[in-house]
C-alpha cells in the first residue's frame, strides 16, 4: 500500500504534458512552428513555460508568437546555411524557439542537445549578436558530436604559454561579445572563457562575417592559427561548410 | 376485513420518481460505466477477413484491433514483431505509456507485462533477443492508426516496444520505424485508459493475447 501511495505522488509529480512531440525530445509544452523544410530542420516553438533537466535547472518561457513571426526570416536565412547531411552528422534536427532562457538561473542564449537531436533558442537574445549566437551554438553541437575532431589541448597551444583560460564558461566573467579592436589571438572577451568558447566565437564569425576574420588573421598569427585549425578540422566532418 | 386503498396522486408521482431514480442508478452504475458499450467488437467469426501472413490480431478488453503489417517497408521490423508474436510475449503486455487522443504504448516485455509490472523500470525492459538497427521511411505518414516501433531517444535502439497512434502525428514521419497500420479497432484502442497527462498510467490496460490470423 505504502509502495503505491509513493508511486501516485511520483506520477503526480511527474505531471507533464506528455504529448508526441514531448516523448519525441522530451520537452513539454512545446508546438510545431515549421516542419517542411529543404534542410530537414524542424522548427517548434513553447506554447507554455517550459522547465527541464535532471534538476529542473533549464528553463524558458512561452514565446510570443508575433515577436517569432518577426525575427524568423533572419533565424531560417541562418540556418539555411547548413544541409541536411551536415545537420545529420552534427546531430540537429529541432529548433526549440522560446523566451527568457536560463540554465541554472543564468541567461543563456541557446542550450544545445545531441542526444535529443535539439537546439532551444531565446528568440529574445541581444539582436545585436543573434545571428552569431545561433552559429556559436551550432558549434558546441558540432563539437559535442564530433569531440575526436575538435582537440582542445591542442587548440590551447595557439595561444601564449602565460595565458590560461578559465575552468568553465559560466565560471568565468569574461563574458562580452564585442569585437576587439586588436584581438590578439582573440576575437571577444569571451573567447578567453574557455577553448570551447573560444573555437565557437571563432566558428560564428566564420559563418557570419568572413571578411572581418580575413582582415584580423593579417596581423595575428595566433588568431590565424586557430582560424586554420578549426577551418582543416571542419573540412574532415564537412568540406564545403565554410 | 383489509380495504385496498387507492394511492393519491402526489403518492405515484413519488413512485414513478423513484422508478426512474432508480433506472438512473443502474444506468449510470452498470451500464455507462462500461467504456466498452459502444464499441464494435470486431468479431473474428464476423469479420471474414481474408488470411494473410502479415495481419495480426490484438484482443484489448473492449475488443479485436485488427493490424496490417508492412514487411515491405520495414522487413526486419516486421520480422521481429511478428516473432514476438508468434512466442506470445506481447500477451499481458500493459500500456503504460497513454497520451489521450493521441497514443498508446506497449510490449516492455521485461518490466510491463500485467502480471509483473516494475514502474520503476517500465520503458526499459529488454526483449533478450537484442536491439535493431532503425527502418525509417521518409514517405510513411503516421496517419491516425499507424503502427511503429518505439525507441530510446537514440536510433537503433528498437527491441520490443511499440506505439499506436490516435491521430495524424506529422513530426515523426521520419523519426520512427514504421510496422503497420490498424485496419480495425481505433476506437478500441481509444478507450484504453490513459495517465491524465502524467508520463505513465496507474494500473494500467493491457493487451489480453496478440495473435497471428493465420494462427487463430
Do not use: W
Not at chain 1, 545585436?128 to 558540432?142: L, P, S, V
Not at chain 2, 530510446?152 to 503497420?180: A, W
Amino acid at each position: 500500500m505504502k509502495i503505491l501511495i509513493f508511486f501516485i505522488l511520483l506520477f503526480q509529480i511527474l505531471h507533464v504534458n506528455a504529448d508526441e512531440i514531448y516523448n519525441l525530445i522530451k520537452i513539454p509544452n512545446v508546438e510545431i512552428y515549421k516542419l517542411k523544410n529543404n534542410n530537414n530542420i524542424r522548427y517548434l516553438n513553447a506554447k507554455g513555460n517550459f522547465k527541464i533537466g535532471v534538476k529542473m535547472n533549464i528553463a524558458c518561457d512561452k514565446v510570443n508568437i508575433e515577436n517569432l513571426n518577426s525575427k524568423f526570416s533572419v533565424i531560417e536565412k541562418n540556418f539555411n546555411l547548413y544541409n541536411s547531411g551536415f545537420l545529420k552528422k552534427i546531430k540537429l534536427k529541432y529548433i526549440v524557439f522560446c523566451e527568457n532562457l536560463s540554465i541554472s538561473g543564468i541567461n543563456t542564449g541557446g542550450i544545445p542537445n545531441n542526444k535529443n537531436r535539439t537546439l532551444i533558442l531565446d528568440i529574445n537574445f541581444n539582436q545585436e549578436y543573434f545571428e552569431r549566437m545561433i552559429h556559436h551554438e551550432i558549434f558546441h553541437m558540432i563539437q559535442s558530436s564530433h569531440s575526436d575532431v575538435f582537440d582542445e589541448n591542442k587548440f590551447s597551444t595557439f595561444n601564449e604559454t602565460s595565458f590560461n583560460y578559465a575552468k568553465c564558461s559560466t565560471c568565468s566573467d569574461r563574458l562580452n561579445l564585442d569585437l576587439y579592436k586588436n584581438t590578439n589571438g582573440f576575437l571577444t572577451e569571451y573567447s578567453k572563457s574557455t577553448p570551447s568558447e573560444d573555437m565557437a566565437e571563432i566558428f560564428s564569425f566564420l559563418m557570419t562575417d568572413k571578411k572581418i576574420i580575413k582582415e584580423k588573421i593579417k596581423n595575428d598569427k595566433i588568431l590565424s592559427n586557430k582560424v586554420n585549425y578549426i577551418r582543416f578540422s571542419l573540412a574532415k566532418i564537412d568540406k564545403n561548410i565554410l | 376485513m383489509i380495504k385496498s386503498i387507492k394511492a393519491s396522486k402526489s403518492e405515484k408521482i413519488l413512485f414513478i420518481f423513484l422508478i426512474s431514480l432508480t433506472i438512473f442508478i443502474f444506468t449510470s452504475f452498470f451500464l455507462l460505466k462500461n467504456k466498452c458499450l459502444f464499441v464494435e467488437k470486431n468479431n473474428l467469426d464476423k469479420l471474414k477477413l481474408k488470411i494473410s501472413n502479415n495481419i495480426a490480431v490484438m484482443n484489448l478488453e473492449c475488443g479485436n484491433v485488427i493490424i496490417e503489417l508492412y514487411p515491405d517497408i520495414s522487413p526486419k521490423a516486421v520480422e521481429r514483431f511478428k516473432i514476438l508474436i508468434e512466442k506470445k510475449m506481447y500477451d499481458g503486455s500493459a500500456f503504460y505509456k497513454v497520451s489521450e487522443n493521441t497514443f498508446v504504448q506497449a510490449g516492455d516485455i521485461e518490466y510491463g507485462n500485467i502480471d509483473n509490472l516494475d514502474y520503476s523500470k517500465i520503458g526499459s525492459g529488454k526483449s533478450g533477443l537484442g536491439l535493431l538497427k532503425s527502418e525509417l521511411s521518409n514517405d510513411f505518414i503516421f496517419a491516425a492508426g499507424s503502427v511503429g516501433f518505439a525507441r530510446t531517444t537514440e536510433f537503433d535502439t528498437e527491441d520490443s516496444e511499440f506505439f499506436i497512434t490516435l491521430k495524424e502525428i506529422p513530426i515523426y514521419q521520419g523519426e520512427y520505424t514504421p510496422l503497420g497500420k490498424v485496419i480495425r479497432g481505433l476506437d478500441i484502442l481509444t478507450k484504453i485508459k490513459t495517465g491524465n497527462k502524467a508520463i505513465y498510467v496507474l494500473r494500467p490496460d493491457h493487451i489480453n493475447t496478440f495473435r497471428m490470423l493465420n494462427s487463430n
